[in-house]
C-alpha cells in the first residue's frame, strides 16, 4: 500500500513538472505583446499614444502595401509597438521592431537580448 502512495504522488510530480515544463516552452514561442500607437503623438514623459488596433491593419507593422495607403488617408501613423509598457492610455519603453522584440526573450527562453 505505501508502494502504490509513493507511486501515485511520483507520478503527480512529474507531470506537474511536465505541465510547468510545457507552459515556459508555449510561451518562448509566442508573439510579443503589441499595442497599436501614433507614432507622431510621442511624449517625453509619458511615450506614444495608444490608439485603435483597426489602425495599424499589417502584422509587419511596415508603412508599405493597403496599411501605409490607409495611414495616410487618415492623416495619422499608426504602427505595432512591441513589449511596451503601458499606462494610462500610454505606451513607452518598447520598440517597434518585431523581431528585437522577439529577441529580448522570456522565461525558458534563450534569447541574445538583454534588458
Known amino acids: 500500500m505505501?508502494?502504490?502512495?509513493?507511486r501515485l504522488r511520483s507520478s503527480t510530480v512529474v507531470l506537474g513538472g511536465m505541465g510547468v515544463l510545457a507552459a515556459a516552452l508555449s510561451a518562448c514561442g509566442s508573439d510579443p505583446d503589441r499595442r497599436?500607437?501614433?507614432r507622431d503623438s510621442y511624449d517625453y514623459l509619458k511615450g506614444y499614444r495608444v490608439v485603435a488596433d483597426k489602425n495599424?491593419?499589417?502584422?509587419?507593422?511596415?508603412?508599405?502595401?493597403?496599411?501605409?495607403k490607409n495611414r495616410k488617408n487618415r492623416g495619422g501613423d499608426a504602427d505595432w509597438y512591441y513589449d511596451a509598457d503601458?499606462?494610462?492610455?500610454y505606451a513607452d519603453n518598447g520598440t517597434f521592431s518585431r523581431s528585437?522584440?522577439?529577441?529580448r526573450g522570456g522565461f525558458g527562453c534563450s534569447g541574445g537580448g538583454g534588458g
Open 2 to 6: 505505501a508502494e502504490t502512495r509513493r
Open 36 to 38: 497599436c500607437v501614433d
Open 56 to 68: 495599424c491593419k499589417s502584422s509587419s507593422g511596415g508603412s508599405s502595401g493597403t496599411a501605409g
Open 86 to 89: 503601458v499606462s494610462s492610455g
Open 100 to 103: 528585437a522584440a522577439v529577441d
